[in-house]
């Protein structure tokens, strides 16, 4: 690990002989003050284990001086093989006696069903904006908008916030369902604002290093020096 200090009164550049490494403080050559530079570490410590991440299948992105885009392809991101399978069949179950109720004029029956039926098309519309939508992130020196297109999604609304409201990002790793018992872990990507609330920008990300490339990518177009956040999920830790 490489580490570069400059003085925070002057910026002068602290040479390794003006560093006290086992204390953490350090003295500027210049203007002499004496400061501690214990989260310097800690910070070069987080970026050197997490490095830099490449662009993951299924998305793309586009960074032009004024603004940055980024999509994600939910059809190529997520692997929803049990999910549609799941929906088949829970459909295919339901929905017949729904008809054979609504021909027959069984409304006791219809009803018995209804909860039933808005499990079944709740699915049924989670699937097809899985196979259809397009989420589309856009920073620029104003704003982080996040949109999902063509189908909206009720529990990941579109999202947009001052870039001045946004103090640091990070990602939480969260339990999206179980299978046997097991847990299945999704990803989510949060902005800290400067009045320390977080706030949800995506979730439902299957793939750590999706989390982590948009994290990334807005903190490098933002120019925000990546900081530890209470709470965070870090690779290798929680």
């Known amino acids: 690990m490489h580490l570069q200090l400059q003085c925070p009164n002057c910026q002068t550049a602290i040479r390794s002989e003006d560093m006290n490494i086992e204390k953490l403080i350090a003295k500027c050559p210049h203007c002499h003050t004496v400061f ?92 097809l904006a899985t196979f259809f939508n397009t989420t589309y992130i856009i920073v620029n020196s104003r704003a982080i908008s996040v949109e999902h297109k063509p189908l909206k999604m009720p529990f990941y609304p579109d999202r947009i916030m001052s870039v001045s409201d946004v103090d640091q990002l990070f ?48 903190e490098r177009f933002l120019k925000l020096e990546d900081k530890a956040v209470e709470g965070e999920w870090v690779e290798g830790g929680r």
Do not use: C
Not at 80 to 109: E, K
């Open 36 to 127: 501690d530079f214990e989260e310097q570490v800690r910070q070069s410590e987080r970026q050197h284990r997490r490095g830099e991440v490449a662009l993951p299948p299924g998305m793309e992105a586009v960074s032009y001086l004024s603004e940055l885009d980024i999509e994600i392809n939910w059809r190529k991101t997520s692997n929803g093989s049990f999910f549609i399978f799941f929906t088949i069949f829970w459909n295919a179950i339901v929905i017949p006696f729904a008809i054979f109720a609504i021909l027959s004029g069984n409304w006791m029956m219809l009803v018995f069903l209804s909860v039933h039926l808005a499990i079944g098309l709740s699915f049924l519309y989670a699937t």
């Open 171 to 218: 990602i939480d790793k969260y339990v999206e369902s179980k299978t046997n018992g097991r847990p299945n872990y999704a990803y989510g990507v949060y902005a800290h604002l400067q009045n320390k609330t977080p706030v949800k920008l995506i979730r439902g990300l299957k793939n750590p290093d999706q989390a982590r490339y948009i994290e990334q990518e807005i």
